[in-house]
């Protein structure tokens, strides 16, 4: 099969596999559910739908085994509008990359902190994501944070701005 028509068959599965759980299942055991990929195989008889389920483990189970015990009414509204000689067989496996990059960037900014001992955390004392933001001084004014944190800036050209909106 080529990629392209792979491609787009992929894309049509996920969007009616979607729109069959989010408008017509029923099952109370099925939660917040996104379809994060497809994969058929090259025969088109089966296809691997990787779903990313919204709380803990235990939430993540139930959902799963929902999914799976609701394969076969799922499969039928597919059989409904696609034009395939046969539906392909659906098995559904959770996706936990998300679970992994949250992970990994834990990882990096221990790693980070062990470099840099003075560094606690990416937000300021204001809870901003740059630290120098929360850290200008208490008599400082709007102005002479903005000078202070964009690195863009000539040193004299925040200024003349401001002496020109004054006039």
Do not use: C
Not at 38 to 59: H, N, R, W
Request: proline fraction near 4%; charge should be negative.
């Amino acid at each position: 099969m080529r990629p392209v028509r792979k491609q787009r068959i992929s894309s049509f599965l996920r969007t009616e596999i979607a729109r069959v759980i989010q408008h017509e299942l029923r099952d109370p055991r099925v939660g917040f559910v996104s379809i994060t990929g497809v994969e058929p195989t090259e025969d088109l008889k089966e296809a691997k739908v990787s779903v990313s389920i919204l709380g803990d483990e235990a939430t993540q189970r139930t959902t799963l085994r929902g999914l799976q015990a609701a394969r076969g009414f799922i499969q039928s509204h597919l059989a409904k509008v696609i034009s395939f000689r046969e539906t392909p067989m659906l098995q559904f496996v959770l996706d936990d990359t998300i679970r992994k990059q949250m992970s990994m960037d834990a990882k990096i900014q221990e790693v980070r902190a062990l470099d840099d001992p003075t560094v606690k955390s990416t937000r300021g004392e204001s809870g901003t994501e740059d630290p120098d933001i929360g850290s200008a001084g208490e008599g400082s004014s709007d102005a002479d944070r903005l000078v202070e944190t964009d690195p863009y800036r000539s040193e004299g050209a925040f200024e003349d701005e401001l002496n020109d909106a004054q006039e």
